[in-house]
């Protein structure tokens, strides 16, 4: 039995960049010797086991065949006679296919150690073909060392694009396509993990609703980069820059996806947008298994964006009713979230990137405002049932009144 480190951890170690995970390959091994040795079996598709002290995985070595679509569409053999070669071969990025011993030494038959100093994102072997996951995986890592200067490799993108024109991607499962995204939206640089997507064609396979914003004009007066999609990813790229919560940064990237079924004679302008773009939240939330977390932020930014936008132009009771629609008594945290993602809304906007927050500071100062006001004292004024909460509205808005100048 030989043990390799792999992937993620010999990768970002070479990188000198903090790693997390530690992956291990067990050549020369079979799953009874695993359990003999202690190890706790995990792996569903095939052999991977936990360490008894550490719980860290190891994975026997194994090779896999393509029998039919999908992600899922692998036979996958592991047994004592794979090599570490084998192994290493079927893996999706040569920066990703480097091993290492116990004693440090590394192996790197497919030369990753070369594309890391080169900053080149470069597919192992044709295989790579088979596995349309490889897809979002390969624009991940393409946001995640955006940083870090890397690029991809022609040759991989053409494999990428194949991988949609025939189709491949259609037979993701929306549970794994999200998990992808949701670690792209975790990342530093998560527009480039949607550019990336668009350029390889599979952005319109996998949400149709956030392709078809591209082309779509805006005023001028109002967004000077006029296009809705362009203004959408530049959206994405303020909300990474002002929070790292990426269920802020989905909701951005979604705020105005009505804008994508603008009938053509109405353009530039969008009325009502707002509606338009709720149903159109929802249906992708539902297709993609969305979190419900996520799925509630995602509508009331869609819906109530505007509202923050004309904050100057509401009435006291319009903001008070405003904060109640948005539960922000009850979820501070998440009405903070809006505010956040609403933010980047005003400032993804060319020449808008560094404006200022005030319409944020200003909704802040209502809130805090707002929630002094005490529900015990106004039943202790004898005050019951329904008329409880309209006595707390009405001093709700005499307290936001009370700032609003």
Known sequence: MKIYKVGGAVRDKLLN????????VVVGATV???????????????????????????????????????????????????????????RDLTINAIAEDESGILYDPHHGIEDLSKRV????????????????????FAARYAGY??????????MMQCLVDHDEVDALVAERVWQEVEKALADDNPRIFFDVLRQCGALGRLFPEIEQLFGVPQSPQWHPEIDTGTHTMMVLEQAARLTPEPVVRFAALLHDLGKGITPEH???????????????????????????????????????HLNYHRIEELKNATIVDLLSRLDAFRRPERFEYFLLACEA?????????????KKTQR???????????????????????????????????????????
């Open 17 to 24: 960049r903090k790693v997390v995970d530690h992956d291990y």
């Open 32 to 90: 009874e010797d695993m359990l003999a040795a202690g190890y706790t079996p995990v792996g569903k598709d095939f052999p991977v086991f936990l360490h008894p002290e550490t719980h860290e995985e190891y994975a026997l070595a194994r090779t896999e065949r393509k029998v039919a679509r999908g992600y899922h569409g692998f036979e996958f053999y592991a047994a004592a006679d794979v090599t570490l070669e084998d192994d290493l071969v079927r």
């Open 121 to 140: 994102l470069r597919h192992v072997s044709p295989s790579f073909a088979e596995d349309p996951l490889r897809v979002l995986r390969v624009a991940r």
């Open 149 to 158: 200067g890397f690029s991809i490799a022609d040759e991989t993108m053409t």
């Open 266 to 304: 109405e353009w530039p302008r969008h009325i009502a947008h707002e509606s338009r773009g709720v149903p159109l939240v929802q249906a992708l939330c539902q297709r993609m298994k969305v979190p419900k977390h996520y799925t509630a932020l995602a509508l009331l930014v869609t819906e109530f």
């Open 345 to 357: 809304d005003a400032k993804g906007r060319t020449g808008y990137e560094n404006s200022s927050d």
């Open 363 to 405: 909704f802040r100062a209502f809130f805090q405002a707002a929630k002094q006001v005490n529900t015990a004292d106004i039943v202790a004024q004898g005050f019951q049932g329904a008329s409880i909460a309209e006595q707390l509205r009405i001093k709700r808005i005499a307290a936001v009144k009370a700032v609003n100048h």
